[in-house]
């Protein structure tokens, strides 16, 4: 595993950046850069399952590791979903994806961190910060 690391500037409260990450009618939006139809399956609540599909019946199967609200959010993603079905035969070790909101002066830097394998490092940086550039476009409507 590989950790790789994403910021944005958003000129929004920490408040409004996390409702726009997290909300039922957002999610969706700025997800589509990873897959269109992308949605989520959670309560966002510590020790929850989580469940990332992206529209096609495959996704991916997490665990919400750490929830402290306006502040940081922690996912752990444990296997994949293929088909419909969930596949957690194969080890993903710490494939963790953090988000760290930090406010001042009205405006909230958004971190987010990535620990993955060399097969996904190419993928993700290129498209992360097109999903970041949609969160901002959207918490700063």
């Known amino acids: ?19 726009i990450l997290l ?7 700025w997800t589509s850069v990873f897959a269109e139809g992308s949605s989520v399956e959670t309560d966002w609540e510590k020790g929850s399952k989580a469940i990332f599909g992206d529209g096609t019946g495959n996704g991916m199967v997490s665990r919400i590791e750490e929830n402290i609200p306006f502040k940081f959010l922690s996912i752990k993603h444990l296997g994949e979903i293929k088909d419909g079905k969930e596949d957690l035969d194969k080890n993903w070790g710490d494939a963790y994806e953090n988000y760290t909101l930090t406010e001042k002066d009205g405006h909230t830097i958004l971190d987010i961190e990535l620990n993955i394998s060399n097969d996904w490092k190419d ?7 097109k999903a970041l550039a949609l969160v901002k476009e959207l918490a700063e409507k």
Do not use: H, L, Q, R
């Open 1 to 19: 595993m590989e950790k790789i690391e994403f910021k944005k500037e958003v000129k929004a409260s920490a408040e409004k950046v996390w409702d």
């Open 23 to 29: 909300g039922t009618d957002t999610y969706p939006k």
């Open 123 to 129: 993928y993700m940086n290129d498209t992360w910060p």
